[in-house]
């Protein structure tokens, strides 16, 4: 049996290595910039490099730096924290950055790039992403060298579980996946559960469309998230967890598969982690395409290998839940917040954002905007914030129309209240909701029935069809979309319409059916203009269809 | 006691030619030795099965039934439950067009009409010389190069109705027809 991995052993020798490069290369290998062209792009300079046989220089696959839209993109340091970032770097362009900048030290002009001191960089603050887009997200090392599973080793040589449980409470963390619940009250609840075993998931359905955080964090810094879960499992009494992943995402599902193994190598998983008498097993499970899947039962349904039928709560799972078994499930986002609050402590935590949102929270921004990516800020940031200063505005000179978040369960937020900060509370109370973090931003060319329609649409193909209210009511509720979108709806539509949403919301199962409505409701309250505009008088129609 | 299917998966040794006379299955039955037997890997041994044959047959589903020791109404109910499963086989090439919101917003209606057009397909449809097969999926999570289209395995960002025509068009020409095979 191998021994554990010596923590400061592998920092110290991460610090010597690094501490011999005078130039490093970083070509960002997310799955954004790997579509945009960058494997042959980083294939080219390490080539050349290797070539001219010039070990003092180090070509890095890193995770996503955010900057997607401008991708792929290769970031140059040099020594004295000189720092350039390239950007839609293609191969011509790699191979003049490896022999000008690289190797004789002559900054390249006819790639272009941009300024690391964009209000997109300055703007955020890193806490889960920390040391994404920074460190090769298959090298355990690099994780490590950065700090990587310190929080883990200190926590089960010298904190008991309870412990843990109450700096989770303290910190004020709440589930990143969009409901927002307390996540040391969750915790607390899998800790006082009565059983053997005990199961825990790490939710990476992501199948909200326009959402790609929990992509990004799991391709960019799986190991991140394997820390959080087995401090999670430690504080529990988990000793078996899985890493619940999309199908969609190949590069998150191959990269966890990876740092799982690696972690397992170096005994920071497995049986007796780091020689203590603490153990956790950890396996990934892909999903199969089902956004139903997202919602907590229809998800352990899924691990087990059957339909992914969501079942009536309670029994919650942290009761009855995998198998029968006490079960905890936490989004990826969450789990990846929890090395940071360990190692800064929950009053550091709950100083960042706001009273009742404390911490960070990651977003993908997309749509018509300049600059489209994933950021992380700090929760109350203003919306004007996030859409004119970190993504630089509304692309092709047109006007901002609205902020889609939380995906096919949330809601449209029009200009009026670009001033509105974004937290748990202020987004419900607008008629949407935080979602997992999505955010796709429309122009004024977008229509909002169509809007609507397109959600509903979403909605009735992912119907898991159990149950009436959600099978038949997202069926009947996008025809009515359908036909006023098609300006041969009548007032009566209109009215059918939001009845059949009340209905619907209020009878449905699971969250898919209850919140399927979201989006018909938010842009009727702020956009019901553009319905009304679209509706034919009951004469017309009678007229057309006679 | 081990059904034949089950005890062929876990002993044949690698020499012996596959009971079923199909050498495909051997790559189904390296997945299940994978999932150790386990009936909770279901998904995880019909997504192998996919890939091997391109869709999940009754023949397939019989089989993982049989080595799962499950219930042939299980194995149906999630190859039919999940979007990802097809029970059909798909045409040679195909082009998936991505309908997530950011794609929906920057024009991926679009590009379905247009491919639509050219080749008389919708989506979940396939040609009837077999040829292309026309898909959608929701969301591969890279928005900001919105709008994608995957064509074969190349993941395409940025596409214009055009381009996506063009780009369809060079991966069908791309292969020659078995005529003009030497």
Known sequence: ?546 | MAGPAEASARKRASDEPHPTGDERFSLIDKALRKARFQQDQLIEVLHAAQEVFGYLSDEVLLYVARALRLPRSRVYGVATFYHLFTREPLGEHSCSVCTGTACFVKGADAIIDALRREHGVGPGETTEDKRFSLTTTRCIGACSLAPLVVIDDDVLGHLTVEEAVKRVAAMLDAEPTPAEVP
Request: overall charge negative.
């Open chain 1, 1 to 546: 049996m191998a021994a554990p991995i010596d923590l400061d052993d592998v920092v110290k020798a991460e610090r010597e290595a690094r501490s011999r490069f005078v130039k490093r290369a970083l070509v960002c290998t997310s799955t954004a910039c790997v579509t945009a062209g960058a494997l042959p792009v980083r294939d080219q300079i390490s080539k050349t490099i290797h070539d001219a046989e010039r070990p003092d220089i180090c070509v890095v696959s890193t995770g996503c730096p955010g900057m997607c839209s401008r991708g792929p993109l290769v970031r140059v340091e040099e020594r004295g924290d000189q720092t350039t970032i390239y950007t839609h770097v293609d191969e011509d362009g790699a191979g003049d950055i490896a022999r000008d900048h690289l190797l004789t030290g002559k900054p390249v002009d006819n790639v272009p790039t941009m300024a690391p001191d964009l209000p997109f960089f300055t703007r955020q603050v890193r806490v889960v992403l920390e040391t994404a887009g920074r460190i090769d997200p298959d090298r355990l090392e690099d994780y490590v060298g950065e700090g990587g599973y310190r929080a883990l080793a200190r926590v089960i040589t010298e904190m008991a579980p309870e412990q843990v449980v109450e700096e989770i409470l303290l910190s004020r963390l709440r589930g990143r996946g969009g409901a927002g619940y307390p996540t040391g009250r969750k915790w607390a609840l899998l800790a006082e559960a009565e059983g053997d075993p005990k199961y825990l998931v790490a939710n990476g359905d992501e199948g909200d469309p326009g959402a790609f955080m929990d992509r990004t964090i799991m391709d960019s810094d799986p190991h991140r998230v394997i820390e959080g879960m087995a401090i999670a499992a430690y504080a529990t009494g988990a000793t078996k967890g899985y890493a619940y992943v999309r199908a969609e995402y190949p590069l998150a599902i191959e990269r966890m598969e990876r740092a799982i193994r690696a972690a397992k190598r170096a005994k920071l998983l497995g049986r007796n982690v780091l020689g203590t008498t603490f153990s956790f097993d950890l396996e990934v499970r892909v999903g199969a395409g089902a956004f139903v899947c997202g919602e907590e039962t229809a998800l352990m349904a899924s691990i087990e290998g059957r339909r992914g039928l969501p079942v009536l709560r309670p029994p919650y799972p942290t009761e009855k839940g995998l198998w029968g078994q006490p079960t905890m499930i936490n989004n990826v986002e969450t789990l990846a917040n929890v090395p940071a609050i360990l190692n800064h402590g929950h009053e550091w935590f709950a100083n960042l954002g706001t009273e009742t949102s404390s911490g960070t929270k990651v977003f993908a921004l997309a749509g018509s905007l300049e600059d489209t990516g994933l950021i992380e800020v700090p929760m109350g940031i203003t919306l004007r914030e996030l859409v004119f200063d970190l993504a630089g505005g509304i692309a092709n000179g047109r006007e901002f129309k609205a902020a889609q978040t939380g995906g096919p369960s949330g809601g449209c937020i029009p200009a009026r209240f670009l001033d509105t900060p974004v937290d748990y509370e202020h987004l419900r109370d607008l008629g949407s909701i935080m979602g997992s973090g999505g955010m796709v931003v429309m122009d004024d060319t977008v229509k909002m029935p169509e809007v609507a329609r397109f959600y509903m649409e979403f909605c009735r193909d992912e119907s898991c069809g159990k149950c009436a209210p959600c099978r038949v009511g997202t069926e009947k509720m996008y025809a009515f979309l359908d036909r006023i979108c098609r300006g041969v709806g009548r007032a009566r539509d209109l009215a059918h319409l939001e009845s059949l949403c009340r209905t619907v919301r209020a009878t449905s199962l699971c969250g898919l059916g209850q919140s399927a409505p979201n989006p018909v409701f938010s842009t009727l309250e702020h956009f019901r203009d553009e319905y009304l505009d679209l509706l034919v008088e009951e004469e017309e129609v009678n007229g057309a269809t006679a």
